[in-house]
């Protein structure tokens, strides 16, 4: 990778930072590539537990796109490709087996808000501002962020955020379940980091298996879900890692569950 992308690893938490903050972590399409090659190399190495999504340095989560670089775009095919080659990114962040949290550490803007929304938790910084900007530059979100909005806060607050263009504080987003939980700026990552080791110590299959039944039940009627939870009970019931744990509950020690 160039640089766009940086990548720590460490107690199956991973970090992924978006580092190009002279340009408000705006996303070009060698960033994107970057993302897209290694999202891809994590989901087929699946080895996390949990992982972690920033931008780099105090100010800028995701700007969203590279509008020095996009606007060169003319035609619907170029159009499509850019919007179908990070949308890629948005699902397989929504689709890792594992959590993954948007540390949102400052401005979450236009598809920067969109790819926030394609992950599991959202932690803002007390400064942070959020908004769906796409409106004001005559476009719409095309990074997966529209439907998940509307499932993410609901149907009338995810059409006003998209109309209109407003930006949140970081506790106007928490009243309405955009983000879900605000800290200090300076406590962003710290937060992000505690919330990553607390899911990584926890059972991996049941933790696996509770995010897949969650991006499920989004998706069927209640009664199916209801299904779906009962088909994964069992596998997780029988599993190495609940009879450690179980082991742990009655010798009064910390569990080690390896996943299996």
């Known amino acids: 990778m160039s640089g766009n992308v940086l990548y720590t690893e460490e107690g199956g938490v991973g970090v992924v930072t978006v580092n190009r903050p002279e340009v408000h972590n705006a996303l070009n399409m060698e960033t994107i ?5 290694l999202c891809l190399r994590l989901r087929a190495e699946d ?11 105090d100010k800028t989560f995701l700007s ?3 509008l020095k670089e996009f606007r060169h775009l003319k035609t619907v095919e170029e159009a499509r490709h ?3 080659s990070m949308k890629e990114v948005t699902d397989l962040l929504a689709g890792f087996p594992w959590p993954v949290i948007a540390a949102v550490n400052g401005l979450a803007v236009g598809g920067g808000c969109e790819t926030a ?4 938790f959202r932690i803002a910084s007390r400064s942070a501002k959020l ?6 530059l005559g476009i719409m979100s095309g990074w997966g962020g529209g439907p998940r909005l509307v499932h993410l806060v609901g149907k009338g607050r995810a059409l006003r955020m998209m109309t209109t263009g407003d930006l949140l504080s970081a506790d106007e987003a928490l009243a309405m379940g955009l983000v879900d939980q605000v800290v200090l700026p300076d406590e962003v990552m710290t937060s992000a980091l505690a919330l990553a080791e607390t899911i990584a110590g926890n059972a991996p299959l049941a933790v696996r298996a509770y995010k897949r039944l969650v ?4 998706r069927v009627p209640l009664e199916a879900a209801l299904e779906f939870e009962t088909e994964l009970f069992g596998p997780v019931w029988v599993s190495e890692d609940h009879e450690e744990c179980v082991r742990a509950f009655f010798e009064k020690r910390k569990p080690s569950p390896q996943g299996r």
Do not use: P
Request: aromatic share 2%; charged share 25%; hydrophobic share 40%.
């Open 131 to 136: 908004g769906y900007r796409q409106i004001r």
């Open 82 to 84: 850019m919007v179908s």
């Open 47 to 57: 080895a996390l537990r949990a992982m972690i999504l920033t931008g780099a340095g």
């Open 33 to 37: 590539r970057e993302l897209r090659d």
């Open 64 to 66: 969203g796109g590279d």
């Open 215 to 218: 991006q499920i039940t989004v």
């Open 117 to 120: 929304v394609a992950c599991d």
